[in-house]
């Protein structure tokens, strides 16, 4: 089942500013995980919050948790047009180790 | 980082035919594979998790006869789409996690295969 939301569905914005975007889910979780995809490529990793941790930081990446919401927040910080992509979230729920993904956000930086 | 290859990336297939798609992992031992499917502007829905040695466990919904799992080494895992119809056209997507790792590590994803029955 999907258990991370996305919002928004799709972000458009101009190369310079940041972009953010917010995942909320509904269990107890072990991480949250953000990834990139491509137009019909697979998928990257771009970062991965602990559930005891609140905020992280990757290049002009930062991501939040907070458990006690349940829910996550991506920034990327002077955004390029190369970072036009979709962002999905997803959780880690622990004993198997598989990955519940969200809807996903539709990234576009206009030049 | 690790790799997982995925192959084709692209194929077409007649209604009818069967279809298998690979995904091995290049520098590392994978005990367990997932696989994927995402349908256009939408998210990825786990289909299935396939264990080494073992039978694979089908989400609800998922056919395991339809869907065919084979892990039959710690780096190949390889799924057969039977007798495809067009409804069965989509990406379709592996992923793979090392078998040493530990619980908070990330997964490692193939680049995905568009599979369209004509």
């Known amino acids: 089942s999907q258990q991370g939301e996305e919002d928004p569905q799709a972000l458009s914005i101009q190369e310079g500013e940041n972009a953010t975007m917010n995942c909320s889910y509904k269990?107890?979780?072990?991480?949250l995980q953000w990834y990139r995809q491509n137009s019909g490529r697979g998928l990257v990793h771009l970062i991965l919050i602990r559930s005891n941790e609140r905020e992280k930081h990757s290049g002009r990446l930062r991501v939040t948790l907070d458990t006690s919401k349940k829910s996550s927040s991506l920034l990327i910080t002077a955004s390029r047009a190369a970072d036009t992509a979709s962002y999905f979230c997803?959780?880690?729920?622990?004993?198997?180790?598989?990955?519940?993904f969200g809807k996903g956000t539709l990234l576009t930086v206009n030049p | 980082g690790a790799v997982v290859s995925q192959h084709p990336s692209r194929v077409i297939c007649k209604s009818g035919t069967s279809v298998k798609i690979e995904c091995r992992s290049l520098?590392?031992?994978?005990?367990?594979m997932f696989w994927y499917r995402q349908f256009p502007k939408q998210s990825l829905m786990l289909m299935a998790t396939s264990n080494e040695g073992s039978k694979a466990t089908y989400e609800q919904g998922v056919e395991k006869d339809k869907f065919l799992i084979n892990h039959a080494s710690l780096t190949l895992s390889t799924l057969t789409v039977t007798s495809a119809h067009p409804e069965d056209s989509s990406f379709y997507i592996c992923s793979a996690r090392d078998r040493t790792f530990s619980m908070n590590t990330e997964a490692f994803f193939g680049q995905g295969t568009r599979l369209t029955v004509v």
């Open positions: 997803a959780t880690d729920e622990g004993s198997n180790y598989k990955l519940t």
């Open positions: 269990t107890s979780i072990n991480n």
């Open positions: 520098d590392f031992q994978a005990t367990t």
